[in-house]
Structures are given as C-alpha cells and as structure tokens.
C-alpha cells in the first residue's frame, strides 16, 4: 500500500477530536439548561417533586435570617400561591409561618385570617373559625376576622352567631360595603331556613294526616290480617318519610294510598310467575277492580319473556293464585290457593287466608294445562300432604 493509500484509508485512526455535529445556538441553549439546574442561577423553583439537595441547601440557609423575616417571606409565598388559586398550598405557608416565634402581632393576626381565607375557599369552615377566633383574642377589632367567621358560619348554618359577626364588625366599620352586604345575605339565608322548616313541617303534618286516614281506613276493613313477625326498620335518612311503625307500611316508597274522591285503598301489588322467575309491578292497584281487570292491562302484550308467536300468557290462558302462609309460620306451612280471576281485589284481601306480608299483595299467575303448572301445584300438594301426614301421627 502507497503512502497516499494510507493516507486515505477509512480504516486508518483519526488523530485528534471529531469534528461537532452541534451548532452554537444548541450549545448555547444547553449552557442555560444547564445553569438553571444551578440553585444561584435558577430563574423560577422546579416543579419536580424530587428533592434538589442544592435547593434545599439554599433554603436551610434561611434558618439563620431572623424569625420575622422568615415568616413573612412565608407569607409572601403563601399570598403568591392564595393569586394562583393553590389554597392548600397557600395555608401550609401560613402554617409554616405561624411556626416562628416573633413579636409582630399585626403578622401574626395576618397570617391567621389568611390562612382563614384559604380555608374558606376549601370549605374547612371549623379550621376558618378557630383561625378567626385566635386573630380576634390578638386584636378585637379585626374586621376580616369577623367578616370570614361570618361567612363560615353562614356556610355551617349558624346564622345567630353570623349576625352577631357582622354587627361586630359593623360596630367598629359601620360603612363597611362588604359586611353590610354579608348582613344582607345573613339575613336572607335564615328567612329561607325558616322558610324550609315551615315548608318540612306542612309536609310532615300532611303525611301525619294521610297516615291516619289509611289507617282509619284498613281499620274499616276489620278482616285484612298483616304479617307483623317481621322487624319494621325505621326511615332515618329523610326526616320528611314518616317512620315505619304500622304492620302495612315498609321501608320502601311502595306504600299503600287511600283515594281522596272514592275512598278506596290503593294498593301496591305484585304478579309472579314462577316459570320465568319474572314479575309485574302495579303501583296503584283499586281494592275496587278485579284481578282481570289488572291482567288485562298487564297482559295486553306478550311479555318479552314469553313466546311471540305462540304465548302462554294471555288473558284466557292463565289462572291466579297466592300464597297462604300463617303469621309467623315456615316455609314448610305454606298453600297455595287458587282464586278467581273475577273477584276484586278488596275481596281477596279479606279472604282469612291472605296474609299481607310487606304492605305489598302479590299473586302467583300460571298458565293452564301447561307441564310447569303441574308440577308447580303438585309441589304445594305433596307439602301440604306430608304437613297432613305428620299432624296425624303427632295427634295419635
């Protein structure tokens, strides 16, 4: 190989640095990059959540300045972050604040409604109050201490203790806009509260008085026998639901009505069918109106359950049942009785052997000369038999 080859050759060493792919702006653009990770030069603080030891370097340096110093430049960090909405942030440098020992009282009560303030915007009304009350022990006069507390009170519902705030504070700057204007609002908020427990207690009242209509009503009807083995819950969530104590009434809004204009009950009512395991809901089922007159409306469709084209449970193909069981009796003492279809509602209630259980009747619905059926009646036949069967042996 001639010397001009090797000079040439790409495998050959370079001697000496590579040329730089970088240009002058990158470099000087990661130089600033770089000087900014430097605490001395750093423009703003980093959002970083990682700790920069450098920056907390700086920062423990702080602890050599007087207290006061340090305390309202805590102050100024927190009203920095109270502008830029950050509340919880703004009252962890109040609290911090409040940590050094000084003798400025007016930063002291500063540094108390602030935090106060923040609170108020994150809805911590006791923080707000307790904050306001320890300014006002420092300066009695303090007319935003008295203006927050206020507004936490208004927040809380306690409207004597707002008033007497806003007449304080009124007392010390009587052409105070703003606390003129809170007076106003105090006002206004304990009008709409007693507004509010009026409008509860018409309600209650109104409840009270249907109740004992409907239970002057089922008086009335002296045959209908209720299931009361059954604990009865009371309502405790809404004070306006009447508490559950008669054996017709239960924890759900599914409830018995009484008619103004007729004065029959209207009674929440159920139809099962036990093949599909599905059921119907009727709200307001008239004592007055017959188990067909229901299921003519129920089954004026196919249910979806059903076979479209060829249903079972149509009006002329079905037969109603309930479910006698004795108060207070097992699954064991259970009949199944057969009721017309024609016969009325408040008529089947009366039978001594429907059993209301719930406040809520219901009716088993089967369809007729069907395999199901058969079996399902030979079930409640076989049961009653052993029942028959074993009382027998009992008695001999």
Request: charged share 35%; glycine share 2%; hydrophobic share 35%.
């Amino acid at each position: 190989m001639s010397a001009e080859e090797a000079a040439t050759s790409t495998s050959a060493p370079i001697i000496g640095p590579a040329p730089s792919t970088v240009t002058q702006d990158e470099r000087t653009k990661q130089l600033l990059e770089d000087l900014e990770k430097i605490p001395l030069f750093m423009t703003h603080l980093p959002d970083s959540d990682e700790p920069n030891l450098a920056v907390e370097a700086l920062k423990s340096l702080a602890s050599d300045e007087p207290p006061l110093e340090v305390a309202t430049n805590l102050k100024t960090e927190g009203n920095d972050c109270f502008k830029r909405g950050k509340f919880t942030e703004a009252a962890q440098y109040y609290t911090k604040a409040l940590e050094y020992d000084h003798d400025d009282k007016s930063l002291k009560v500063s540094l108390l409604i602030n935090r106060a303030a923040a609170n108020l915007e994150l809805q911590n009304y006791g923080m707000v109050l307790h904050d306001c009350a320890d300014a006002l022990r420092i300066r009695p006069n303090t007319v935003k201490a008295l203006f927050r507390s206020a507004k936490a009170c208004i927040a809380l519902e306690k409207f004597e203790e707002a008033t007497e705030c806003c007449k304080w504070g009124l007392s010390i700057e009587p052409d105070n806009k703003e606390l003129a204007a809170l007076q106003l609002q105090v006002d206004q908020a304990i009008a709409r509260h007693e507004r509010r427990i009026k409008e509860r207690e018409e309600r209650k009242r109104q409840k009270d008085l249907i109740r004992e209509q409907i239970k002057q009503a089922i008086e009335i009807r002296s045959d209908l026998v209720f299931d009361t083995s059954s604990d009865k819950k009371k309502r405790t969530e809404d004070e306006d639901l009447a508490v559950v104590s008669y054996p017709w009434e239960n924890d759900s809004a599914r409830q018995v009505e009484l008619d103004q204009h007729t004065g029959h009950l209207l009674w929440p009512v159920f139809f099962l069918y036990p093949e599909s395991k599905e059921s119907d809901f009727v709200e307001k089922f008239d004592e007055s109106l017959t188990l067909r007159d229901m299921l003519q409306e129920v089954l004026a469709e196919p249910p979806r359950w059903d076979d479209r084209q060829r249903p079972k449970y149509t009006l002329d193909n079905v037969d109603t049942y309930f479910l006698s069981r004795p108060v207070g009796g097992f699954d064991e003492d259970e009949r199944l009785v057969k009721v017309s279809m024609d016969a009325r509602l408040g008529v089947i209630l009366n039978n001594e052997k429907y059993i209301i259980r719930d406040g809520i009747p219901s009716f088993v619905v089967l369809p007729r000369n069907d395999p199901f059926t058969t079996q399902f009646i030979d079930r409640y036949r076989k049961l009653r038999q052993t029942q028959e069967a074993a009382s027998k042996r009992t008695s001999n």
